[in-house]
């Protein structure tokens, strides 16, 4: 029997999951269709680390490099500190035998650390990506824009970035001439040698980098960024990627934090130290200790005080006084600037107010994309959803490739000295001079995914006649690598294919976001071409502007090994909709993500076990999902309204309509014109069964690892849909 895998994620993804799965599971039986699940949740993946339960990650991993491989890939938590304890709390409770992360050995640290960041889609992107805008949902943005805040011209948001020592600035690459075994070490400036990685294999054409941030400049940089903030009268705030990024970024997080609050620090720093409480994790871990100090009161005021005189600060959740310093994992900067953007270029203060932000970005490798959008929005206004082109992505990130700073081969340095790349013969490949605090890494990406990088641009500019851009800055040193290969690679059919008469072009990324926001008010696409991170960026970035929300975009990985991976879009507010869920028993969650992934992963069951029925289903699903949008059927905001389980109830009956109605396969037909017609009939029914549940609190016995019989019954409410459901076979 054919197979799908639908992974068991976290949050408001997996809470629907309970309410959509049956649906796809029925509906392909019919086709001879298998949906199995894999848990690959935060909670999952902790219990299997400490072999509690079946490593499904692994067992993923393993598939994705082979030609059957067929997963749809549902958001997972991009776990921070904070999250990893709190889902190890909650194991606990529930029995489950688990260390608490601060007392655990150094061996089951690593393991925890394993799990932390975005550890799931290194593991299964064993392809690069194809992210696009589906017609049918760009047709409906059209249709029914989302708002956009207007922009003044005489704004004062902007972007803060480094000028110089950073990583982008510092960085080295080199484009290994033969198979070899690298190793990095810290030579003291006393001579003494610590080795911070060694015996780690690399490849023949393999792209590796290695750059510093020095820790002094960036103190110097912050702190003026405060001063700035406050001088300017516009709130402070800083956007950065501490879940991808998982070891640097932290780290960079707690910098700002000391900067905010530098008065407190310098006072209490020994204390917090002594007491494990890390500015790496936010104010609102700092805050959760306090009352366990003998001066934590006195502490707590320190912090006060210089939130009241430093310059305004922006706010997670006004109403609860939640910060943008509070959880490092709260505000990411691929969601959040383009939010900004979207909002006139303003966030929510202490009083629940709009207002202007220094949006600070510290690391200039990227932060120049986001003030190109804000200064051509104070130039032109907002963008405008019904005439505006559109920005699909083809992304480098196949075998792991440039994981900047979420991975093993990022340190916080200890010592004075220089960080040095040693190929197994002993000649320094690239050498970094550091002072203590500075945060070094490296990064790899082998050549056979840049191959196929290459391949897929050029393979997209053809298939849908749009001009691609690689996004590579010449100032770079791995970028120029790159730019390299790239002219190589479309110089070269056997490779590419046939790229004549494609407009292909290489930019920088300021030049590139420039010309693709031109092209954008013309109502024109463009291809951006970019690596990993550019490519989690801008799969925000423009469909949010775009569509209102990055949930909404296809994203497929086409496997290099020929199997095929389809993403289901951004975990975006997720955390807000379980809250919502458990208060009120509405999950306004939207699947659209889920049925069109859905859809493509029959078609591409449909090309690999030659089964014209799972077509057949693809196409009527793509149909429903049409019909769903124009019909206004996804989840609303607020009780008493069509919610997630409402649109799954909706999307199951215009897809059996259309099932009812095709003529390609008339067994398929008959098998559904009688659920079609029992759903129709019983469609109020169901609606006010669905309904009639909301506006209580519900108990699903928990945030990260809930309990399966309680949740099933809060997202499965209908017993008429179910027992409509349950006749298909």
Known sequence: MAKIIYTHTDEAPLLATYSLLPVVQAYLSTAGVEVETRDISLAGRIAAAFGKQPDALAELGALAQTPEANIIKLPNISASMPQLKAAIAELQTQGVDVPDYDTASDEDKAKYDAVKGSAVNPVLREGN???????????????????????????????????????????????????????????????????????????????????????????????????????????????LKATMMKVSDPIIFGHVVKAFFPQTFEKFGADLDAAALSANNGLGGIFAGLDALPNGAEIKKSFDDELAAGP?????????????????????????????????????????????????????????????????????????????????????????????????????????????????????????????????RACQAKDAPIRDWVKLAVTRSRLSGTPAVFWLDPERAHDRNLIELVKKYLAMPEVVGDATGLDIQIMSPVEATQFSIDRIRKGEDTISVTGNVLRDYNTDLFPILELGTSAKMLSVVPLMNGGGLFETGAGGSAPKHVQQLVEENYLRWDSLGEFMALAESLRHLAAFDSNKRAEVLAEALDKATETLLNENKGPARKVGQIDNRGSHFYLALYWAQELAAQTDDAELAGAFKALAEQLSADEQKIAQELIEVQGKPVEIGGYYCPDDKLTSEVMRPSATFNEALATIS
């Not at 792209?207 to 406050?230: E, G, H, I, P, Y």
């Not at 006139?344 to 003030?371: H, R």
Request: aromatic residues 6%.
């Open 129 to 239: 990506s194809d992210r696009r805008a589906p017609i049918a949902v760009k047709n409906y943005a059209r249709k029914h824009p989302h708002s956009m805040g207007a922009w003044s011209a005489d704004s004062k948001t902007a972007v803060a970035t480094m000028d110089g020592d950073d990583f982008r600035h510092n960085e080295q690459s080199v484009i290994m001439p033969a198979e070899d075994v690298l190793k990095f070490q810290l030579v003291g400036a006393d001579g003494t040698v610590t080795v911070l990685k060694e015996k780690l294999p690399v490849l023949a054409g393999e792209v590796v980098d290695a750059t510093v941030l020095s820790a002094k400049a960036l103190d110097a940089f912050l702190a003026d960024q405060v001063k700035r903030a406050k001088d300017e009268g516009i709130l402070f705030s800083t956007h």
């Open 312 to 440: 305004a600060l922006a706010m997670v959740n006004s109403d609860k006084g939640i910060t943008n310093l509070h959880v490092p994992s709260d505000v990411i900067v691929d969601a959040s600037m383009p939010a900004m953007i979207r909002t006139s270029g303003q966030m929510w203060n202490a009083k629940g107010e709009q207002q202007d932000t220094l949006a600070v970005i510290p690391d200039s490798s990227y932060a120049g994309i986001y003030q190109v959008v804000i200064d051509d929005c104070k130039a032109n206004g907002a963008f405008d959803p019904t005439t505006m082109g559109s920005v699909p992505n083809v992304g480098l990130m196949a075998q792991k490739a440039e994981e900047y700073g979420s991975h093993d081969k990022t340190f916080e340095i200890q010592a004075a000295g220089k960080v040095q790349v040693l190929n197994q013969a002993g000649d320094v490949l690239m050498e970094h001079d550091v002072q203590p605090g500075d945060i070094w």
